[in-house]
C-alpha cells in the first residue's frame, strides 16, 4: 500500500511541477534518515518523499485526520497527527520510534510556512529526534518563486548528512547547549541551499535584463 501511494505521489508531483531533484546521491541507501527542510506549502512533504530514498514520515496537525479519505492517504504515507497545546513529548517519542522502525522523517525545524522564501531561525526539534536516534540528519532546501503554481519550476536540494555525535552526545537527555549547536548547524546548511540557489536565480534575471 505504501509503495502504490508513494509511486503515484510521484507521478502527480511530476505533472504538478516542473520537479528537479540535486544531491540525491547525498541520501545514504538501507538507514533511516531525517530530513530537516525549510517550509514552503503544504505540498512540501510529498514534494521531499518523492526523491527520498525508502520509507518516511512526517508530522501533521490532528485536523488533517478528521476526514477519513485523506486520513487514510496521509496514514499510508507515514504521517501522523500532532495535537496543539498537549506538549511536545510524546511527539518526540513517536518520532524516535518511527526511525527506529527504519522510517526517514522528514521535519521542518521554522515550525511554520516561510511567506517570502526566506528561511526562519529555526528550533532544536530535530536535533533532539537526531541525539536520541543516532540518525544522520539531511539538510533539505525546496526553492522556486514566490507562489507554487501549476508546473512551478522547483529545485528541490539534498545537502550533505550531518552527524549528530559530532555536535552532541547520543542520550535520551542531551545537553541543551549542544543541541543548539547542532540546530544552528543544520539551518546553515538549510539557509545556504535555498538563499545561495536564490541569489543565483537574482544574479541570472538581472544579467537578462
Known sequence: MYYICKALVWIYMHIAYNLKYIGRKNIPKKTAVIYASNHRSYADPPMIGAGARGKYAFMAKEELFKKKIFSLLISSLGAFPVSRGKGDAAVIDRAVEKLNNKRSL???????RSKDGKVGRGHSGAALIAARSDCLIIPVGIVYGEKLRF???????YGEPIDPAEYVEISDAPNPR?????????MADIKRLVEGEQNAVSDRRADDE
Open 106 to 112: 522528514m521535519i521542518f525545524p521554522e515550525g511554520t
Open 151 to 157: 508546473r512551478t519550476k522547483v529545485k528541490v536540494f
Open 178 to 186: 549542544q543541541l543548539v549547536k547542532l540546530k544552528n548547524r543544520y
